[in-house]
């Protein structure tokens, strides 16, 4: 119904950057807001931006503020985010998030998760 797919992952070296991207798909009739979250090898997943569909209020975690970019654009239901300063730490999976979707001929409204791209910064 609702499909997030990532790409854009990869191995990096500390100090360099990367872009990930997350399409969102289905019959999408609105999407509140649109996050990208992480979670590292032994660690609980964690919010790394948020982006509101509606003001594009944007909230960083502190660990990435300075560094990293969220934006949203070009086509419809696409996220962006950009990293940059790379650090080691920042080494996990991605995970794009859409929160209160809803779809066409339906009143429900989800949260949809994309499967995660791999993002690995070597020292």
């Known amino acids: 119904q609702v499909q997030l797919a990532e790409s854009g992952g990869g191995l990096v070296q500390a100090g360099g950057s990367q872009r990930l991207s997350c399409a969102a798909s289905?019959?999408?009739?609105?999407?509140?807001?649109m996050a990208w979250y992480r979670q590292a090898p032994g660690k609980q997943r964690e919010l790394v931006a948020v982006i509101s569909n509606w003001n594009s209020t944007v909230t960083y975690a502190d660990s990435v503020k300075g560094r990293f970019t969220i934006s949203k654009g070009g086509a419809k239901n696409m996220l962006y985010l950009q990293m940059d300063s790379l650090k080691p730490e920042d080494t996990a999976v991605y995970y794009c998030?859409?929160?209160?979707?809803?779809?066409?001929?339906?009143?429900?409204?989800?949260?949809?998760w994309g499967q995660g791209t791999q993002v690995t910064v070597s020292s």
């Open positions: 998030n859409a929160a209160g979707v809803r779809v066409y001929d339906s009143d429900y409204a989800g949260d949809y």
């Open positions: 289905g019959r999408i009739f609105s999407i509140n807001s």
